[in-house]
């Protein structure tokens, strides 16, 4: 089981890069990241090619629900940014879950 540090390095890692896609240019987004395995949730948002404040709440406590939703373990995450998980696979295989609406997985599919 990996830290909340880690995670919090792996997200910022995760989706500082993603942000930083031209094709990512004026999203602003919020976000979540549920870490089943450590029961908190990293909620955040995608703005102006970075990723901004990220805090850490602890998993059940009630939050507005993000526009952009990830479910995994602390492992996964530190896995997905080390190179050592692909997304695709992860996602169809039911390791990682991400929701978000229609548009904003248009978007996000062609940069993941």
């Not at 602890?58 to 692909?86: E, F, H, Q, W």
């Amino acid at each position: 089981m990996a830290t909340m540090d880690e995670c919090l390095t792996a997200l910022t890692r995760i989706l500082g890069d993603l942000a930083a896609k031209p094709a990512a240019a004026g999203l602003d987004r919020s976000l979540s990241c549920r870490l089943t395995d450590l029961e908190q949730v990293v909620l955040g948002r995608l703005n102006s090619g970075s990723v901004r404040d990220l805090t850490v709440v602890a998993d059940g406590t009630t939050v507005p629900k993000a526009d952009i939703r990830l479910t995994m373990t602390s492992d996964d995450l530190v896995a997905l940014t080390s190179g050592k998980l692909s997304f695709a696979p992860a996602w169809a295989s039911g390791r990682v879950k991400f929701e978000a609406g229609l548009r904003d997985m248009l978007r996000l599919r062609s940069l993941l």
